[in-house]
């Protein structure tokens, strides 16, 4: 290694230990060179970024520019003390890029510090390995939920389009703490290659919060399309195996449905024969009856629906109207506090109508003067929904009591 090349590459290390400590609460303990003898093109892709949240549990994700054998340190102190290590099927999971490690045996409501580490793997034959070096990130913080909270704070942005200043921007207007942010689609146009994740999430979700606050994903319907679109449940995690799931926070029982794609399954231009959504949305009707019906649903003091498509008021295409035939029909059997959208680019309030009894709040488009953020609030006397466009002014108001 030539002198000028070693300083070359020492610069850049910094530069990315530099970029990887926005958000950061403590010095650097960054060893990116310890393990190997010659320098390596191995680095942090992203930030760590917290998803499916509880009050003993976390999911840590983040992305390796090689492939690795990864782990999370964490502990009560800055010293972290503890180790996990993902593992599957009686071996780490190793040998890869997007790393989802869930911490478990947390306590509730306490503060935890942590960092991720990723050892570059050189070579991995039968019976020789070869490890490069091991990058160790800044150390973060993160605290768990409690066991029942009192009260749940939540944001939601949709439709932002690849438009990954919008999250600075419209967090602007928010004034108080929140718990978690939820994405309700179509932050991704075309999900062409793993740059899109990071470029329009990950790293604007990290620059914001994403390292201490955990945010969950609701799919769209265009973060369906391009070759990367099969790999989306890589890089995020949620209560549930799938894409549809629930969780309860304090006083709220959230539902989280995925509308799937807008057009029909045999538009073969648009899905080549690869889309099944129709058989998807049925599947999760049966699924939702059976959420609306359970017991901890019915002891929750509101239920809130979010999903992409909505069920109304976003025109005839198929997917409106077949998630109309399926779960507004379902919903309509129910006490839904609100049911909260997007994809129609246009925001929008409905309180309740002859289609439907519950209220639906659609936040708006990716333009500027079309962006919303939507404030959910609640506890147990009431849940308060506001939707604020992007010059912070409210644009609609939702007010719900607690169920007896
Ligand atoms: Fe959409």
């Not at 850049?12 to 393990?35: C, D, H, Q, W, Y």
């Not at 389009?161 to 004034?175: D, F, G, M, Q, V």
């Not at 498509?309 to 507004?328: E, K, L, N, S, V």
């Amino acid at each position: 290694m030539e002198k000028e090349e070693l300083k070359n590459s020492r610069r850049e290390a910094l530069r990315k230990m530099a970029l990887f400590g926005t958000g950061a609460i403590l010095f650097p303990s960054v060893n990116l060179f310890a393990g190997t003898s010659s320098l390596s093109a191995a680095s942090f892709k992203t930030r760590p970024y917290l998803q499916n949240p509880s009050p003993t549990a976390m999911t840590i994700c983040w992305i390796a520019s090689t492939n690795s054998f990864s782990w999370v340190e964490y502990g009560e102190t800055t010293e972290l003390g503890q180790k996990t290590i993902g593992k599957k099927h009686g071996m780490a999971v190793a040998n890869n890029t997007v790393n989802k490690i869930r911490l478990t045996g947390l306590k509730p409501a306490t503060k935890y510090y942590y960092r991720v580490c990723s050892k570059e793997i050189i070579k991995l034959e039968a019976y020789q390995k070869e490890f490069g070096m091991t990058l160790n990130s800044i150390k973060f913080e993160f605290t768990t939920p409690g066991e029942s909270p009192e009260k749940v704070r939540a944001l939601v942005f949709n439709d932002l389009h690849e438009r990954p200043a919008s999250i600075k921007a419209l967090l602007n207007y928010n004034t108080g703490i929140y718990d978690f942010v939820f994405l309700n689609g179509d932050l991704i146009s075309e999900f062409e290659d793993q740059t899109r994740a990071i470029k329009s999430v990950i790293d604007p979700c990290c620059d914001n919060f994403a390292t201490r606050i955990p945010f969950y994903f609701g799919r769209g319907n265009h973060e369906t399309r391009g070759a990367h679109a099969f790999n989306f449940s890589d890089y995020f995690d949620s209560p549930s195996e799938n894409l549809y799931y629930s969780f309860t926070w304090g006083p709220v029982y959230f539902i989280v449905l995925d509308s799937g794609e807008d057009k029909e399954d045999s538009n073969f231009e648009a899905y080549g024969g690869l889309a099944f959504f129709d058989e998807y949305r049925i599947e999760q009707k049966i699924w939702l009856e059976k959420e609306l019906n359970s017991p901890e649903r019915k002891a929750a003091k509101y239920t809130v629906v979010l999903m992409h498509i909505p069920t109304h008021h976003a025109g005839d295409w198929h997917g409106t109207t077949h998630c109309r035939q399926f779960i507004g029909n379902t919903l309509n059997k129910y006490d839904i506090s609100v049911l909260i959208a997007g994809h129609t680019h246009s925001a929008y309030y409905c309180p309740g109508c002859t289609e439907h009894n519950y209220p639906i709040m659609i936040g708006g488009g990716p333009a500027d003067g079309k962006r919303t953020l939507i404030r959910l609030e609640a506890d147990s006397q009431e849940l308060n929904v506001s939707m604020l466009s992007d010059n912070g002014t409210t644009l609609s108001k939702l007010q719900v009591n607690a169920k007896k």
